[in-house]
């Protein structure tokens, strides 16, 4: 038997007994008995409005989703799907109408009518042509249906279907009825608008919306800017619930409070200055938090114009409404908003700490922190969608982090379970040092690449070096294309070499020529692929046409020329811009990486097929654009 043999056979039993110790050891660690669950629930206690925002306050236990939008109109939650036998390739209404019928679960009121008639819902009309019946509606303001309809804006049906530009002749008022998409039934579901959650945001008159995550139990409150009057609904979504709910018209009362400024961090203070002419009686400030009085300031009768100040300082986040009222009602109201910071150590591998901060429940993005441990040094780290690296070294117990962010410095306490290393190896003894020994053996039988990165401070400064590992090469990689939201986009050397300050050298600059290097490395050992100055992981596609992509799209937000994405296709309002094989509706650019390319594509064209693509050329419907000549187009 060979002696590399033994020695793999050796690591898998020793791994293996070390395996069953680490289980052992997690065991001890867990508390007996499984953990009751609380039921789910969500409940809206009171609606309001206060200056230019609607509020909420709700109960609720488990954790969810909430969406709050604001509307000029009522909302509806009554939906008739029309079934009609004329309607233009519509053989896809079933799926149609599974898909809607999904709202049923929120609470909507859902059901299919081949009845000609509008009454008070939202009606979706997917016919290719709008029913003369419909129209009439429309024209006589007969009801105050919402109309969405599928298809043209100059087809009638009407014992068959007739050409007429019926939606420019309507007034502003009933356009607004309407929610128009272009095309029949049939191509309306290959696209990527989901009517379903258009139905339930009611997206054609949402004025303002804000989104939650929430978690635990208690009392709470949302809130959504509005133009003083108007609707509030809320949307919750749980694992087990779902619902809407709709608020009565709300109406923002008196003068508008603006405290200065608007939105503090617990430990900031806010001023608000007001002005009050004759009151009816003693005039009172009262602060309202989730729907209790938590402060009540009696003011005084004012016969004549009176300026009144006001310090506040809430360490408890959340919404403060500000009311000031006399005998006649309230006379004035305000918001005031406290944020919440959360901080959490979320993960450690190593010396690596990885922190999630959170700010209102969203990650905070594109910001810094210093941080110490303990009485250290504080020494600057990047925060990026909702995460913050730390290189620190922690003792067994507890730990302290001192993390300074938005001027005030935040203890984030930690408690290290895990032994320091020589402790660990003392306590397991001879099984432990086996495994030591037999993965160093084992190490010289068969070595993992790895890279030497350089790096430091300045130029002046003596660089140092340390030892890069493929996995955290690649853990660089694909950080810092989750960091800049870039999904499998290849990325540049420069990008990756600021992933690599950022989570490795704690923001030492790092080598240029050396980055560059250790990436050529990594296409050289298959893990990466590269074209132009682009890399991205192996097997993540065409290369070239990822690379393409992105440098399409660089060049679209660089021009300022606004854009959408059709799968592959980039479409502007003159022309869509693609690859060689696209179907383009309009004026098509082909992308290519160079001439040589275009010949390429040219030459593997039948006769035909050469001479069809000629003539749209001619005609100025398609053209071929090396990416190095885009800008020249746009």
């Excluded at 939906?79 to 809607?100: F, G, K, Y």
């Excluded at 990466?528 to 440098?551: A, S």
Aim: aromatic residues 10%; proline residues 4%; charged residues 25%.
């Amino acid at each position: 038997m060979k002696l590399r043999t033994i020695f793999i056979g050796l690591i898998v039993i020793l791994l293996l007994v070390m395996a069953g110790i680490v289980v052992f050891l997690l065991s001890e660690t867990v508390v007996g008995g499984e953990q009751q669950t609380s039921p789910t629930s969500f409940s809206v206690l009171e609606t309001g409005a206060a200056s230019d925002f609607a509020y909420g306050v709700y109960n609720y236990r488990g954790d969810g989703n909430l969406t709050v939008l604001s509307y000029d109109r009522e909302p509806k939650h009554k939906i008739v799907i029309i079934n009609d036998s004329q309607a233009v390739q519509a053989t896809r209404l079933p799926e149609l109408v599974e898909s809607i019928r999904t709202l049923e679960r929120y609470g909507f009121d859902v059901k299919v009518s081949d009845e000609p008639k509008i009454g008070d819902a939202i009606y979706v009309i997917p016919t290719g042509a709008i029913p003369s019946y419909a129209l009439f509606n429309l024209q006589q303001n007969s009801s105050n249906a919402t109309i969405v309809f599928i298809g043209g804006k100059d087809l009638l049906l009407s014992s068959g279907i007739k050409r007429l530009n019926w939606y420019d002749s309507l007034s502003s008022a009933q356009k607004a009825r309407v929610v128009q998409y272009n095309g029949t039934l049939d191509d309306f579901l290959e696209g990527n608008v989901s009517l379903a959650q258009e139905i339930l945001r009611s997206n054609w008159m949402v004025r303002n919306s804000t989104t939650y995550s929430i978690f635990g139990d208690g009392v709470r409150s949302v809130v959504v800017p509005f133009n003083r009057t108007g609707y509030m609904r809320i949307i919750y979504e749980f694992r087990d619930i779902y619902g809407i709910y709709d608020s009565s018209r709300l109406q923002s009362l008196g003068q508008p409070l603006r405290p200065n400024p608007p939105v503090i961090f617990p430990w900031e203070k806010s001023s608000l200055q007001y002005v009050l002419n004759k009151t009816n009686g003693t005039a009172f400030l009262s602060v309202r938090k989730d729907g209790k009085v938590i402060e009540h300031e009696q003011l005084r009768r004012v016969t004549d114009e009176n300026v009144f100040l006001k310090k506040f300082e809430y360490s408890e986040p959340g919404e403060y409404v500000l009311l000031v009222d006399d005998n006649t009602g309230i006379i004035a109201s305000g918001l005031l908003h406290v944020k919440d910071t959360q901080i959490q150590l979320i993960e450690k591998r190593g010396y690596t700490c990885v922190f999630s901060v959170m700010v209102d429940g969203k990650p905070l993005d594109n910001a810094e922190a210093n941080v110490s441990l303990g009485n250290s040094s504080k020494r600057k780290y990047f925060i990026s969608d909702g995460q913050m690296v730390v290189s620190a070294k922690l003792s067994q117990g507890e730990n302290i982090f001192n993390i300074e962010i938005g001027g005030a410095t935040i203890p984030v306490k930690f408690e290290n379970k895990e032994d320091p290393l020589i402790e660990f190896y003392l306590k397991y003894g001879v099984p432990a040092f086996a495994i030591v020994a037999a993965v160093y053996f084992g190490a010289r039988i068969s070595r993992r690449p790895t890279y030497r990165l350089r790096f430091g401070d300045s130029a002046d400064y003596v660089r140092q070096e340390m030892t890069l590992p493929t996995d955290r090469a690649l853990e660089s990689f694909a950080m810092i294309r989750k960091e800049m939201k870039l999904g499998k986009s290849p990325i540049t050397p420069h990008e990756f070499s600021v992933s690599l300050k950022r989570y490795l050298t704690n923001g030492a600059d790092v080598t240029e020529g050396n980055v560059e290097e250790i990436l050529k490395k990594l296409v050289q050992a298959g893990h990466l692929e590269n074209h132009r100055d682009y890399y991205q992981m192996k097997g993540e596609g065409d290369v070239m046409r990822n690379v393409l992509r992105r440098m399409v799209r660089e060049k679209l937000i660089e021009s300022g020329t606004p854009f959408r994405e059709d799968g592959d296709k980039f479409v502007t309002k003159d022309f869509e811009i693609g690859f060689f094989g696209e179907r383009f509706a309009g004026k098509g650019v082909i992308v290519v990486d160079d001439k040589m390319e275009e010949k390429r594509i040219l030459e593997g064209m039948s006769e035909s097929e050469r001479a069809r693509f000629r003539i749209q050329q001619s005609n100025g419907m398609i053209s071929f654009v090396p990416i190095d000549r885009l800008s020249d187009v746009l």
